[in-house]
């Protein structure tokens, strides 16, 4: 009886749970590494992953939006802990998915197509990588293959530990009374119902009252993660926080119109805002 119902809570979980990603091998990743770097997945042979993901900058380029009327570039780690990827794509849960994405968008790095495949094959040595990393698939390289090792690759990566992980690792002094404060206020104006530990994001949507266009999702954005966060300004989906501190000034303002009854404005001082910043550096 008990086997049963573990047979059958098993069934139900693999039948709920998202679409299983490809086995990740050291050669996939090494392979998607490479291909983070390689121009020619691009039409026009002269743009990378990293010219927008640029490592430098904590995997985003530093502007307000990536392309006219488009959105900010988030950063390219903690990606494995996320079930839903993009600002305003609740229906998208396929790492694999999206690391193609930019390749159909002519504003990034699109179209792609079979010329494009045909330039990658020509290069033996991509070509021996692609053999590694796909041991049984024989001479193709085929997109599903470039999603998988790309995925593969992202999921390694991680930001750089700040302070808060050397906290939580034991050194007690790593936090400044500063940021200690701030997680206090963190917690407490509510920042953590929507930013949860250990991401400090969450898979799920909402409106925070920025300027949004509504035909993206209504308006609601997924919950970013917060660690490395210190290296990816600027903020939000349309970049128009510059800094941590206009962050936080948002939420102090209670956001604006269209915003979710969880963002309230908040009686919090020049000094707490100092404080809240602190913690969300250390991150
Ligand atoms: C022109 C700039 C640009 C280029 C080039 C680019 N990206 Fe992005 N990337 C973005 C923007 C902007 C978003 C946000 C898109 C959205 O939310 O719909 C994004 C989002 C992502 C995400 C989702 C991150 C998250 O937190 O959910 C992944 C993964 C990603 N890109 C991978 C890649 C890969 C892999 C490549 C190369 C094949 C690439 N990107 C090339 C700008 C770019
Ligand atoms: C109701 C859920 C919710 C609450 C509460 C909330 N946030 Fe957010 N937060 C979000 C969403 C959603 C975004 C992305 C909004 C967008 O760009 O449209 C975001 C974005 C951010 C960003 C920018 C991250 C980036 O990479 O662009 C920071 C920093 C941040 N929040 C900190 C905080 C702090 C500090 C508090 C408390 C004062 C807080 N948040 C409260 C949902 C919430």
């Known amino acids: 009886m008990v086997a049963l119902v573990a047979v059958l809570v098993i069934g139900y979980l693999a039948a709920k749970g998202p679409a299983r990603p490809v086995e990740?091998?050291?050669?996939?990743?090494?392979?998607?590494?490479?291909?983070?770097?390689?121009?020619?997945?691009?039409?026009?042979?002269?743009?990378?992953?990293?010219?927008?993901?640029?490592?430098e900058r904590g995997f985003t380029d530093g502007r307000a939006v990536a392309t006219p009327g488009g959105l900010n570039t988030p950063?390219?780690?903690?990606?494995?802990?996320?079930?839903?990827?993009?600002?305003?794509?609740?229906?998208?849960?396929?790492?694999?998915?999206?690391?193609?994405?930019?390749?159909d968008d002519?504003?990034?790095m699109g179209p792609r197509g079979e010329a494009t495949l045909a330039r990658l094959r020509a290069d033996a040595d991509l070509l021996a990588a692609y053999r590694a990393a796909f041991p049984t698939a024989g001479d193709l390289i085929t997109w599903e293959q470039t999603g998988a090792a790309l995925a593969a690759a992202l999921r390694t990566i991680e930001p750089p530990p700040g302070a808060y992980a050397r906290y939580l690792a034991g050194e007690r002094a790593a936090l400044s009374a500063a940021a200690l404060r701030g997680?206090?206020?963190?917690?407490?104006?509510?920042?953590?119902?929507?930013?949860?530990?250990?991401?400090?994001?969450?898979?799920?949507?909402?409106?925070?009252g920025l300027p949004a266009?509504?035909?993206?999702?209504?308006?609601?954005?997924?919950?970013?993660?917060?660690?490395?966060?210190?290296?990816?300004?600027?903020?939000?989906?349309?970049?128009?926080?510059?800094?941590?501190e206009d962050v936080v000034r948002h939420y102090a303002r209670g956001g604006g119109p269209g915003a979710s009854p969880a963002?309230?404005?908040?009686?919090?001082?020049?000094?707490?805002?100092?404080?809240?910043v602190a913690f969300l550096e250390s991150l």
Do not use: K
């Open 213 to 244: 266009d509504p035909a993206r999702n209504r308006g609601r954005a997924r919950v970013p993660g917060l660690r490395g966060v210190r290296h990816t300004a600027p903020y939000f989906h349309d970049g128009s926080a510059a800094t941590l």
């Open 106 to 108: 002519p504003a990034e």
């Open 75 to 103: 950063p390219l780690w903690g990606l494995s802990e996320r079930q839903v990827f993009g600002w305003f794509l609740p229906e998208m849960h396929s790492l694999e998915a999206m690391a193609l994405r930019p390749l």
């Open 263 to 276: 963002i309230i404005p908040l009686n919090l001082t020049d000094a707490d805002i100092r404080d809240l």
């Open 24 to 55: 990740v091998t050291a050669a996939r990743v090494a392979l998607g590494q490479r291909l983070l770097a390689e121009q020619r997945l691009s039409a026009d042979g002269r743009r990378s992953c990293f010219s927008c993901h640029q490592p």
């Open 183 to 208: 997680q206090t206020l963190f917690v407490e104006v509510g920042c953590a119902v929507c930013h949860r530990p250990p991401s400090f994001g969450s898979d799920s949507f909402h409106n925070i």
